[in-house]
């Protein structure tokens, strides 16, 4: 088929076709399609080459995907995505449906330590470990944090280090994020609006957070008008002799993000185009006013 479609580069789950006509976008997901277009003849034409080749089912506005739950707002001019219905099923699999809510997502101060692997684990630990199901916890809030919640990202990101040496503080832990996703449960993540689309980014670290290496842990992210668009947190690959020294490691990884059109991109563009560089690169111009924020 030459229906003149091309992934992105960024996402090769995502097609892109732009003629005279207009230009269409389209996610495919195993079976499934969201589509999004400049006209609706543009969706109501993509639809017909869809039905000319294989027997397919409109399910119309896009409501859930993926675990993920979908509102339009056309007034306002933008898009919620929420997990709130994944997050009571993740609840409820793990029996904290009546759990207490807390306010944070790790208790302050808090250290956690991998155990001596040389040393023998006690045959209780040994049996507890075997039937707690610790990795499936983490790897669903890492999904939950992947999708829409930044603010969990530093807290799962620390849980997943311990995927094959946990215990029962580990565990604890883990579950305090569960009680604290039952607090922010209704938040969603709001993209679009009026705002003009001013690329910022933030960062921030964790000065020599493992007790056994000193390795740091930074962490950014990025909103573009409205929304939080990406987010990370990570542990720094190298031992900083000092603070400031670590500042520097995280705004580097930051700041060379690239936020670029794709090349054949005539959907909605910045007001500028944006080209975030670290500060040590002179492969060329820093185009915008995009800037990143230690905080």
Known sequence: MNWGFEHLACKWCVYQRCSATGT?????????????????????????????????????KPKYALGIGITCNHNKQTISLSQMALIDCVMEEFS????????????AGLQLQCPDMAAPVLSDIADWATCTPYRSLVGSLMYITIATHPDIS?????????CNCYQLEHWSAAIHVLHYLKTTR?????LGGFNQLHLLGYSNLDYANCMKTSHSVGGYCFTLGLGMISWSSHKQPTVADSFCYAELVVL??????????????TGPHFPVRVRLLAPDRTDGPVHGSAKVVFC
């Open 186 to 190: 209704t938040v969603c993540l709001e």
């Open 154 to 162: 530093y807290a799962v990101g620390h849980l997943s280090a311990f």
């Open 96 to 107: 904290q449906s009546s759990a207490h809510v807390v306010d944070t997502p790790m208790v």
């Open 252 to 265: 580097k990884f930051s700041s060379e993000l690239r936020f670029e059109p794709e090349p054949n991109w």
């Open 24 to 60: 269409i976008i389209f996610i495919v997901h195993v079976d499934d399609i969201l589509t999004t277009a400049s006209s609706p003849s543009e969706i109501e034409n993509f639809k017909a080459e869809l039905t000319s080749k294989w027997e397919i089912s409109d399910l119309g």
